[in-house]
């Protein structure tokens, strides 16, 4: 049943927030890393998880699906991902974590907008006044946090950048959903590790912290990033990166949860605003699936 498919694709969009929220408490973890380490390692970790993953999946016709994989989905969402991976470390050198989070938060209004051009794809009205909402809930949080604002012009730039990268990743994903997209993923891991080492800036960390964060590969990103992409296949692409702002949410809480770590009155109240904007679309799908009936 479509219904059926769309509130499936809905859970898997949701525990894909769920698991991505947990970059804080492996942040609080190691300290001491690197930027540029944390995100080439996390890459690596990535990459392997997803290459066992079709090893295990596909078996022997892990080449025939690699091969019926348009190449064009490939590099798009490989690319996207690796470059907005890249730009998001960037862009924690030009300004603090709490502005560029509410930047990036910004990527469910350049969904609608690829996705009405490149898919022609349609936003109800009310899916921009929940993002406005999710919107206003991420700067209650940012500002809750006592730094709230980017470093000049590079900072708001590179956070709106890597906004958009994500943004066209859920797009792509979303355009190509009738193929199996894992080695797309493989493939935007693999590029981030390999990026990042040729640039020179690479650190090694010790065996302990790279283990760590090869675990972060799989359950921070390949673990989401494939619920995100068997969503994508029934969820429009407004609506799952609006879900994906949840991620405001969550993360402070986990951290709270794992590391003790309290945080501010701001995120109470800008949470409130962003789960209020997701449970405005909720209801709209609800009202509309009943009036069907």
Not at 117 to 140: K, Q, S
Not at 184 to 213: D, K, N, Q, R, Y
Not at 222 to 244: D, E, K, N
Not at 254 to 263: A, M, Q, Y
Request: glycine share 10%.
């Amino acid at each position: 049943m479509p219904g059926s498919s769309s509130f499936q694709g809905l859970l898997l969009v949701a525990g894909a927030t769920l698991f991505w929220s947990l970059s804080g408490v492996f942040v609080r973890w190691l300290p001491g890393i690197d930027p540029w380490s944390f995100n080439a390692f996390r890459g690596l970790g990535l990459a392997l998880s997803m290459a066992l993953w079709i090893a295990l999946r596909y078996g022997r016709g892990s080449l025939a699906m690699v091969r019926r994989s348009p190449p064009k989905a490939l590099l798009l969402s490989a690319g996207f991902f690796s470059l907005g991976s890249s730009l998001y470390i960037f862009s924690l050198g030009h300004g603090s974590v709490a502005a560029i989070s509410c930047l990036t938060a910004t990527s469910g209004l350049f969904a609608a907008l690829i996705a009405r051009l490149w898919l022609g794809e349609r936003t109800p009205a009310i899916y921009y006044i929940a993002m406005v909402m999710a919107l206003l809930g991420v700067a209650v949080i940012a500002l809750g946090e006592g730094q709230s604002q980017a470093t000049g012009i590079v900072g708001v730039l590179s956070g709106l950048a890597v906004a958009a990268c994500f943004a066209s990743q859920s797009v792509a994903l979303r355009r190509y959903r009738e193929f199996d997209m894992e080695p797309a993923l493989f493939l935007g891991g693999l590029l981030t590790f390999v990026a990042i080492s040729a640039s020179g800036v690479l650190i090694l960390p010790s065996w302990e912290h790279v283990l760590v964060l090869l675990f972060m590969g799989l359950v921070q990103l390949a673990i989401p990033l494939l619920f995100y992409m068997h969503g994508a296949r029934s969820v429009a692409t407004s609506h799952m990166v609006l879900i994906t702002m949840a991620d405001a949410v969550l993360n402070p809480l986990w951290v709270w949860l794992v590391h003790g770590e309290e945080p501010v009155q701001g995120v109470y109240i800008g949470g409130a605003l962003v789960l209020g904007g997701i449970a405005l679309t909720t209801l709209r799908r609800n009202t509309a699936a009943a009036a069907a009936l």
